[in-house]
């Protein structure tokens, strides 16, 4: 049966320079899952039995006994440490078998190629994985065949993984977690989760805390290929109850079902191949539905974040309008993350442009350790190039110096090369009235 491109899972060179050296996040800080076994074990079920495109899986499929990683292509110069990284917590996390080798018949190879090709390849991916393949030029061989149909797959054996190399090393580094979290494990996305990568609104970088327990149960040995949904259902609650035990105390809260209009309607909005008033257009069919839906959890913030930031260079005060109430729904949300981050910074852009510098100050500094724990350099370092310009109104000069010269290891990790750091420096530096507009 042929496979729609749509069931493929997705997620989206560093120079000799002046800048500060790149820095990383060496220690992880995720945090256990707060919410409650019986809604873990749904969403459990509903990652692994649907694919993206909302078609149903037969069977659970996994690899059985040790896994092996390798690299092929040209990979950048941070992708070893973050992969050396990445499968430490999946060995110590997910208590996942699982090594790099050089070997050809790895079980998972991720093969670095060019922006470009993967687009070729897949017009709406910055990054994919496949089964039953180890390079490109198979997967554009097998690609609505049989051999990639992840619906045939009987059991994980083979599979490829494709990343960007001419990119930032944080999307590099994105990729490769969601990436191989798929190849592992569950294939399908859910945005009603606040706490995982496995959620198509990217807020989150790296695997969380509820994405190492989710793969810790998928590799359980009381799980094995070929189970239904019934069978693995049956046998969840006793699984989760040994990995994760404070989920069985806690009271089932079950979010509703994000309806396919929403999802859509998201998707043109923040997704390549639309226009802008087509973008609008489909972020306020999202903010309706969301409305018409009576969420208030994140998926309601997030639909007023989208509407903001279509709207920037449209309208700005009614830009500013949807981030406060981005906001306002963040700050009643419990799991909600980086997520409130990412509205600070739209927030702070706009008290700065304005002059007021330390209501700024006061939207960003909370924001910083949230930003590092969640592992985002970019939104890290826009804080603090951000918090640097606050820093000048308030007539902080030294202090505004440190934090710009301190933000730049993160930028050169987050944004990448010389001239996308400084073209970021430069983009926050011309909000504030004391230097005008470059």
Not at 404 to 431: Q, T
Request: net charge positive; proline share 7%.
């Amino acid at each position: 049966m042929p496979t729609p491109d749509g069931e493929t899972p997705t997620r989206g060179k560093i120079s000799d320079t002046s800048l500060p050296p790149m820095k990383v996040f060496a220690v992880p800080q995720p945090s256990a899952p707060t919410r409650s076994n019986r809604d873990i074990a749904r969403d459990f079920l509903d990652l692994s039995f649907k694919l993206e495109s909302g078609r149903s899986l037969p069977a659970m499929t996994r690899f059985e006994g040790p896994i092996t990683v390798r690299v092929t292509g040209k990979p950048p110069a941070t992708l070893s440490a973050d992969l050396s990284r990445l499968l430490y917590r999946l060995r110590n996390e997910a208590r996942i078998d699982i090594t790099q080798t050089r070997a050809k018949d790895a079980n998972i190879t991720i093969e670095v190629v060019t922006r470009s090709q993967i687009s070729r390849a897949l017009p709406q991916a910055a990054c994919f994985v496949a089964p039953n393949i180890t390079s490109l030029s198979q997967y554009r061989g097998s690609r609505r065949t049989a051999k990639s149909d992840w619906g045939q797959l009987k059991k994980r054996e083979t599979l490829a993984i494709f990343l960007p190399n001419d990119t930032s090393p944080q999307e590099v580094r994105n990729c490769l977690h969601e990436e191989l979290a798929q190849a592992l494990g569950p294939l399908n996305d859910l945005y009603r989760l606040s706490d995982s990568v496995f959620n198509d609104d990217d807020v989150h970088s790296v695997l969380t805390g509820f994405d190492m327990t989710v793969l810790r149960a998928y590799y359980d040995p009381a799980l094995a290929n070929g189970m239904t949904r019934n069978q693995v259902a049956q046998r969840l609650p006793l699984i989760l109850s040994l990995i994760n035990p404070r989920g069985g105390r806690l009271s089932s809260n079950p979010l509703p079902a994000t309806p396919r209009t929403w999802i859509d309607a998201v998707q043109t909005a923040l997704g390549p191949g639309s226009g802008a008033a087509e973008r609008r257009n489909a972020a306020a069919r999202a903010l309706k539905i969301a409305k018409q839906q009576g969420w208030r959890d994140h998926r309601l913030g997030f639909s007023h974040y989208a509407m903001g930031r279509l709207l920037q260079s449209y309208d700005s005060a009614q830009a500013h309008t949807q981030f406060l109430y981005a906001d306002r729904v963040f700050r009643q949300t419990p799991l909600a993350g980086p997520h409130r981050a990412f509205v600070a910074t739209q927030l702070s852009a706009h008290a700065i442009s304005a002059g007021r510098g330390q209501e700024a100050l006061n939207l960003i500094n909370p924001q910083l350790a949230t930003a590092a724990k969640y592992e985002n350099a970019a939104l890290l370092s826009s804080l603090m190039l951000l918090r640097a310009e606050a820093l000048e109104l308030v007539n902080r000069p030294q202090e505004a110096a440190d934090t710009r010269l301190d933000s730049l290891g993160w930028a050169r990790y987050g944004f990448g090369p010389d001239w996308a750091v400084r073209a970021k420096i430069r983009e926050i530096s011309a909000l504030s009235p004391l230097k005008g507009r470059y």
